[in-house]
């Protein structure tokens, strides 16, 4: 897969109709109608002449209880009560396909600070374009492609792969608890420091008095 890292914002955790609601339940496809009932919006591996066949494929993956603990083994956090993938796959061009959706998870991960569980609700959309021919670099030097949506067209558009890829590259680097966030708030120049030092705050929660450069 494409290297896509970024940064992510966790999204509000409360209210009614949110991002958890749309992991735990499901949501609505991204996009305009796609063919398929709920048996081939579950299905995660499809050959592209299965898509090209049905004109496009409405997504709805939801990794059961043994999948979700086996990704976040692979994430290395400590739980994800919840995920989903939603949207529409389809033909784009002559020989090329697009996945236009949606991720919903519910993550918990250990504080960077105190290591207590920190909980977290992703909702972000999620573009991919698998080409048949990918642009081929120009120059003596490799760089990283403007258009980071855009992959390899294979035998197979494996969906697992790409909610796997999704969930990674949203989630928060820095997880911290509301304790270890106090704490930082109250350290002299934390706003500038907090930035620079995602460890600030370990000190004052330990009793040793602000933390040192």
């Known amino acids: 897969m494409t290297d896509r890292r970024k940064g992510a914002a966790p999204t ?20 305009g109608a796609a063919t398929g009932g709920a048996a081939e919006a579950g299905k995660a591996r499809w050959r592209p002449t299965e898509v090209t066949a049905r004109r496009g494929v409405a997504v709805d993956l939801a990794p059961d209880d043994a999948a979700r603990s086996a990704m976040a083994r692979d994430l290395g956090i400590l739980g994800i009560p919840a995920l989903r993938l939603t949207g529409a796959l389809r033909p784009e061009g002559a020989r090329d396909f697009r996945l236009d959706g949606r991720i919903a998870a519910v993550v918990e991960q250990a504080c960077v600070v105190t290591l207590d569980p920190v909980r977290t609700v992703i909702d972000e959309p999620v573009l991919r374009r698998f080409l048949a021919e990918m642009p081929e670099p120009e120059g003596d030097e490799v760089e990283m492609p403007e258009d980071d949506s855009a992959e390899p067209l294979g035998s197979i558009i ?14 928060p680097a820095y997880p911290r608890s509301a304790a270890a966030q106090a704490a930082a708030a109250r350290e002299p120049g934390s706003d500038d420091d907090d930035r620079q030092r995602p460890f600030a705050g370990l000190q004052i929660l330990l009793g040793g008095g602000a933390a040192k450069d």
């Open 12 to 31: 509000d955790f409360s209210g009614p109709g949110g991002a958890r609601d749309r992991a735990q339940a499901g949501g609505a496809a991204t996009g």
């Open 158 to 171: 494996d969906l697992d792969a790409v909610l796997a890829e999704a969930l990674a590259l949203a989630l």
